[in-house]
């Protein structure tokens, strides 16, 4: 009996959707949205990888090893990071896509307002598997999502 290790092979094909996902949301951000066909956006799309909550399957390897591929494609630059402050109206304008992979937490009403304006206004959110599991205290969340 032959034995396969599929965990890198299905590691590459998890990491080939979030890029396929990513792509489409930055593209849609920037040419399809009826708010914002007239707006100049960068050649680099910004991203902010938002991370946390229980620790699950490689929830501290996958955000670098996807970041690592995305800046390598040349069309993205990538934060990482724990902060959800980086949702306030304020600091959310810095970028054009937020990417979550959080499981559990909840949302402040700025962070609310902050992400949910954010894509009202056109701007990519893509929701990583637990993305679902996060900010229950928000219905404005559940309902963008």
């Not at 990491?15 to 996902?21: P, S």
């Not at 040419?31 to 100049?40: H, K």
């Not at 490689?58 to 955000?63: A, E, H």
């Amino acid at each position: 009996m032959v034995w396969l290790n599929l965990k890198p092979l299905a590691t590459l094909g998890i990491i080939t959707a979030m890029i396929t996902v990513i792509t489409s949301a930055s593209v849609n951000a920037q040419c399809c949205c009826s708010t914002t066909r007239n707006m100049a956006y960068p050649q680099i799309a910004r991203v902010l990888f938002l991370v946390g909550g229980h620790e699950v399957h490689d929830s501290d390897k996958l955000p670098k090893m996807l970041a690592n591929v995305l800046e390598k494609a040349g069309n993205f630059k990538v934060r990482i990071s724990q902060d959800r402050d980086l949702l306030n109206p304020g600091n959310i304008r810095n970028y054009d896509i937020v990417l979550s992979y959080t499981t559990s937490g909840t949302l402040s009403a700025e962070q609310e307002n902050g992400l949910t304006e954010f894509v009202a206004s056109g701007k990519g959110f893509v929701g990583i598997h637990s993305a679902a599991d996060s900010s229950h205290n928000s219905d404005a969340y559940w309902k963008m999502l």
